[in-house]
């Protein structure tokens, strides 16, 4: 069998697989766990956590719709505080590499976590999700507006320093995503995690109501990867030297091979793991054996590709 260099980099953070599972997922990963070793993938991309505990939001929080799902969550957790407390220690004894994802309802609150975080052993990256509503601004999403993208990842900078490359997790949900990505870059972002969740809404035909408890939700699952390829794609395109996290309804080898090509270094797998527990060890198997038989030696060598087959037409 030929010989492969499967790892990957995202900012300074070197991983020895492209394959993460997608923040929200699988929890601080002991459900998976149960299922095969957390350290045989990329990193485990913790839930988001906030600075204080939450119930999340009323039931029902979940619908199955075509090729997909809807979640409203509320980003229910237990606080930063208990998270440093438990769960990265877990990690730790796992031998798994953690990116801990956090979110916030200020600037503020951003900076806080990231505050925490800095002298905490073990971590190898700070995905920020500014997909969250900016209590400052009305409930308006962090991602969807330049400035307050910016304002969040430069004060998470100035927090951290260099110590641990930052990650801005953007949202689908806007007209120019290239222009949010160049800003949040120029706040101080070393990699991007794109796409979040797709806003969505199913109405229940016995009420005639919103189904979910929160009323919209977001969107995940095979139906929405068409959205992330072509978002990776066009920030790619625009800023070819920054790495890309990408996600959005991956669910075998030939899916994260598609969105590599488009233009991600690592890929995240998040809701076929509610079908397969063990859906990220077979992604990672698939796409190990169609980069082999398409003959790379590397993994950066495919990061990208479908860009250069282009120019060569």
């Not at 995690?193 to 797709?198: D, F, M, R, S, Y």
């Not at 800023?239 to 080898?253: F, R």
């Not at 397969?276 to 198997?285: W, Y």
Request: aromatic share 4%.
């Amino acid at each position: 069998m030929s010989s492969l260099d499967f790892s990957t980099t995202l900012g300074n953070a070197w991983f020895p697989s492209p394959i993460f599972t997608a923040s929200g997922c699988a929890s601080s990963g002991r459900e998976l766990a149960q299922f095969f070793p957390l350290h045989d993938l990329g990193a485990v991309v913790t839930k988001s956590v906030m600075s204080k505990a939450r119930n999340g939001r009323p039931t029902p929080r979940m619908a199955e719709t075509p090729s997909g799902m809807l979640n409203s969550i509320g980003l229910q957790g237990p606080g930063i505080d208990a998270f440093i407390a438990k769960d990265i220690p877990y990690l730790v004894s796992q031998k798994a590499r953690i990116i801990v994802s956090i979110a916030g309802e200020t600037v503020e609150e951003y900076s806080t976590l990231a505050r925490k975080l800095r002298s905490v052993s073990g971590i190898s990256a700070v995905e920020v999700n500014i997909s969250c509503p900016n209590v400052e601004n009305r409930g308006l999403v962090f991602a969807c507006d330049p400035e307050a993208s910016r304002r969040v990842i430069d004060g998470v900078r100035r927090t951290l320093g260099g110590e641990l490359p930052i990650i801005a997790k953007l949202s689908p949900d806007v007209t120019d995503l290239v222009s949010i990505a160049k800003g949040v870059v120029d706040a101080g972002a070393d990699a991007l995690a794109l796409i979040n969740t797709v806003l969505g809404m199913v109405i229940n035909l016995d009420t005639l109501r919103p189904h979910l408890g929160g009323k919209t939700g977001g969107l995940s699952g095979p139906a929405i990867r068409p959205i992330a390829v072509r978002a990776v794609y066009q920030v790619h395109d625009a800023m070819p030297k920054i790495p890309i996290l990408g996600m959005g309804g991956i669910s075998s080898g030939r899916d994260a091979l598609e969105i590599i090509a488009a233009g991600a270094s690592g890929v995240s797998i998040g809701t076929a793991s509610f079908g397969n527990p063990t859906a990220l060890i077979k992604i990672q198997d698939e796409l190990k054996d169609l980069l082999i038989a398409k003959g790379f030696t590397s993994l950066r060598d495919a990061v990208g590709y479908a860009h250069r087959a282009s120019e060569e037409e």
